[in-house]
């Protein structure tokens, strides 16, 4: 088979190279679309991951909280006498306040106060608890164990020390209303731990109400003696 002349290949060449100049670029924008398409996709967020953010975000809250003041109370409990140096005493309370403050500026604020109802309340044992905690359950337990550890500081400080026991037993009280106020009103899941008591749910709906009403009497109304008669 005879070669082709090398003027017809400089020319299948020149069309060719021609051809990818065009096409190339062409190629290159439809794929942008889809590339645009794609990053978009990867970068959204999960869908209904906002509640569990708030839920985590709360319980980081808690952790933050609670490191400080077990570092108070070990430090406490194991000093001579239940004495500490003023210098360490203000380290250890200044790292408490800052949690607290910090964890009480991120607690769910109280929502409005409903209008009041006539309408009969739900009777639930199981809501009994719940209904009764405050909207703002969170930060006002967050208030209390802030007053015990002031408690405490002045306890560790003062050379008695028959004020650190009660002192110290408040402020693990109040650490675990703090564990307790997160769990019940920071909206977080149930435990389904096997064994573990049930939490308490929320109310229960209102019942509704009588539909009928009662019919009035028909017979005639008594005139006491007043009226003169018919």
Request: aromatic residues 0%.
């Amino acid at each position: 088979m005879r070669a082709l002349p090398a003027r017809r290949i400089a020319v299948s060449a020149l069309c060719a190279t021609l051809l990818l100049g065009i096409a190339g670029p062409a190629a290159t924008a439809a794929d942008d679309p889809a590339r645009e398409r794609t990053h978009a996709a990867s970068a959204a967020p999960v869908p209904g991951a906002d509640a569990l953010l708030a839920q985590t975000e709360a319980l980081g809250d808690l952790g933050g909280v609670l490191t400080p003041v077990t570092d108070l109370l070990n430090a406490a409990l194991k000093a001579d006498n239940g004495q500490l140096p003023a210098a360490d005493a203000e380290k250890l309370g200044q790292a408490v306040k800052d949690a607290i403050a910090e964890a009480t500026a991120a607690a769910p604020v109280a929502a409005p106060a409903l209008p009041a109802t006539s309408l009969p309340a739900a009777k639930s044992d199981d809501s009994k608890a719940r209904s009764a905690l405050p909207a703002d359950v969170v930060a006002d337990s967050l208030a209390g164990l802030q007053k015990a550890v002031d408690t405490l500081l002045a306890a560790v400080t003062s050379g008695d020390v028959a004020q650190v026991v009660p002192a110290a037993t408040a402020v693990l009280t109040g650490l675990v209303n703090v564990v307790a106020a997160t769990l019940l009103g920071g909206g977080l899941p149930a435990p389904s731990l096997p064994g573990l008591p049930a939490l308490p749910s929320l109310p229960a709906a209102a019942p509704s109400l009588p539909v009928t009403t009662p019919s009035l009497p028909t017979g005639g109304l008594p005139t006491g003696g007043l009226l003169p008669g018919a």
